[in-house]
């Protein structure tokens, strides 16, 4: 629960369940078709849970930021592939609200998000370096890119992007900016079709001679330096990124405990307690990433980016193992179309490429621990 008001509070979790439990009649239709759902996103804003991050003084719902994992990980149980491109939305959010917790103006962003914007983050296969080209011009630049992918994009108001402007006076640099979604140059291709999150839409995003005002920048940075933006980014996001996929392995113990609930075979018992270890260590990983977290008041330190990482890799092990053994606990049924698990294991694996992947992970991890750079 969450006070919003003196006199109010709301049941953030309940609506979230609304929500889901609308959704989950379609849910196996989408996953052998890929379609995104526009209306699970307009489900989302009706509801008001795509402005619950908001602080309550900006007209949002004054969630917290562990809230919102709670919120995240209930749609997860019912809509893996909505929870987790909704996911990329509200990490957005709390970005801004990471910001605004620390003396920085995101009033803007919060009346857009308030009157109904879906931001969506076209980041996901950048990094430090970001890729596209810009061409300064007068009054901003000029860009063309081609970013995937772009989760939800289909339902999406804001593009938040970053662009390489390699031909920056003191070298090359990247440009932070957001872009409406209907500028002219901006266009989607429909190319993701994956093993699983079939129906999240993370499509390509195009941006062809695209101008962007100087206004819309909100970053320019140079594109050989660690920026500290993305300490923000990981602690604000990787919490409620990983608590969508651990929605998704709620929903595949409760599945596996309810085909097996007559049972009462030795190999049974173990396995099931087998996936209870791995569900209770996923959940109390992610419940570290939220309590270091500290409502979105964490230091933007490389320290706790890499706390915050070391967690999410060691999470996605956890949810993964949790998910098998709920397939290897009911058996040949779990293994076959038929079956629920069989999506949930396919779409649990989509937690491996959030960043950052294993073996960028370990390699940022070593190298603050030892003292240097996260990157080389």
């Given at each position: 629960?969450?006070?919003?008001?003196?006199?109010?509070?709301?049941?953030?979790?309940?609506?979230?369940?609304?929500?889901?439990?609308?959704?989950?009649?379609?849910?196996?239709?989408?996953?052998?078709?890929?379609?995104?759902?526009?209306?699970a996103?307009e489900?989302?804003?009706?509801?008001?849970?795509?402005?619950?991050?908001?602080?309550?003084e900006?007209?949002?719902?004054?969630?917290?930021?562990?809230?919102?994992?709670?919120?995240?990980?209930?749609?997860?149980?019912?809509d893996?592939?909505?929870?987790?491109?909704?996911?990329?939305?509200?990490?957005?959010?709390?970005?801004q609200?990471?910001?605004?917790?620390?003396?920085?103006?995101?009033?803007?962003?919060?009346?857009?998000?308030?009157?109904?914007?879906?931001?969506?983050?076209?980041?996901?296969?950048?990094?430090?370096?970001?890729?596209?080209?810009?061409?300064?011009?007068?009054?901003g630049?000029?860009?063309?890119?081609?970013?995937?992918?772009?989760?939800g994009?289909?339902?999406?108001?804001?593009?938040?992007?970053?662009?390489?402007?390699?031909?920056?006076p003191?070298?090359?640099?990247?440009?932070?900016?957001?872009i409406?979604?209907?500028?002219a140059?901006?266009?989607?291709?429909?190319?993701?079709?994956?093993?699983?999150?079939?129906?999240?839409?993370?499509?390509?995003?195009?941006?062809?001679?695209?101008?962007?005002p100087?206004?819309?920048?909100?970053?320019?940075?140079?594109?050989?330096?660690?920026?500290?933006?993305?300490?923000?980014?990981?602690?604000?996001?990787?919490?409620?990124?990983?608590?969508?996929?651990?929605?998704?392995?709620?929903?595949?113990?409760?599945?596996?405990?309810?085909?097996?609930?007559?049972?009462?075979?030795?190999?049974?018992?173990?396995?099931a307690g087998?996936?209870?270890?791995a569900?209770?260590?996923?959940?109390?990983?992610?419940?570290?990433?939220?309590?270091?977290?500290?409502?979105?008041r964490?230091?933007?330190?490389?320290?706790?980016?890499?706390?915050?990482?070391?967690?999410?890799?060691?999470?996605?092990?956890?949810?993964?193992?949790?998910?098998?053994?709920a397939?290897?606990?009911?058996g040949?049924l779990?293994y076959?179309?038929?079956?629920?698990?069989?999506m949930?294991?396919?779409d649990?694996h989509?937690c491996?490429?959030?960043?950052?992947?294993?073996?960028k992970?370990?390699?940022?991890?070593?190298?603050?621990?030892?003292?240097?750079m996260?990157?080389?």
């Amino acid at each position: 629960m969450t006070t919003i008001s003196p006199d109010l509070t709301t049941d953030w979790t309940a609506l979230a369940r609304q929500v889901g439990e609308s959704l989950r009649p379609e849910v196996a239709d989408r996953d052998r078709s890929g379609e995104f759902s526009r209306t699970a996103f307009e489900m989302l804003r009706v509801a008001g849970l795509s402005a619950a991050l908001v602080p309550a003084e900006f007209g949002g719902g004054g969630a917290t930021h562990r809230e919102m994992g709670a919120i995240l990980r209930e749609l997860g149980r019912h809509d893996p592939s909505t929870a987790v491109a909704f996911a990329m939305h509200t990490h957005l959010v709390a970005a801004q609200v990471w910001r605004h917790n620390h003396g920085i103006d995101a009033a803007p962003l919060f009346g857009k998000v308030v009157d109904g914007a879906i931001l969506i983050s076209t980041g996901a296969a950048d990094w430090v370096g970001s890729s596209g080209r810009a061409e300064r011009v007068d009054g901003g630049y000029r860009v063309h890119a081609r970013k995937t992918p772009a989760s939800g994009v289909e339902a999406g108001t804001v593009l938040v992007t970053s662009i390489r402007w390699e031909d920056a006076p003191d070298g090359p640099h990247v440009l932070h900016c957001a872009i409406p979604v209907h500028t002219a140059g901006v266009h989607i291709e429909k190319t993701w079709d994956t093993l699983g999150l079939r129906a999240t839409g993370s499509h390509t995003v195009v941006f062809d001679d695209v101008f962007v005002p100087d206004a819309a920048v909100s970053l320019l940075r140079r594109a050989d330096t660690w920026p500290p933006l993305l300490n923000v980014v990981m602690g604000a996001a990787m919490p409620l990124v990983m608590a969508a996929y651990l929605g998704i392995a709620d929903g595949a113990v409760d599945l596996a405990a309810a085909l097996v609930a007559d049972r009462a075979d030795a190999p049974t018992f173990q396995l099931a307690g087998e996936m209870v270890n791995a569900h209770t260590t996923a959940t109390d990983l992610i419940d570290a990433m939220f309590a270091g977290s500290d409502n979105l008041r964490f230091d933007n330190t490389d320290s706790h980016a890499s706390r915050t990482l070391s967690r999410k890799t060691a999470a996605a092990d956890a949810l993964i193992d949790t998910v098998r053994l709920a397939i290897e606990t009911v058996g040949g049924l779990g293994y076959s179309r038929a079956c629920e698990l069989e999506m949930r294991y396919r779409d649990i694996h989509g937690c491996l490429f959030h960043p950052l992947p294993r073996a960028k992970q370990t390699q940022f991890t070593g190298r603050v621990l030892l003292g240097h750079m996260p990157i080389g």
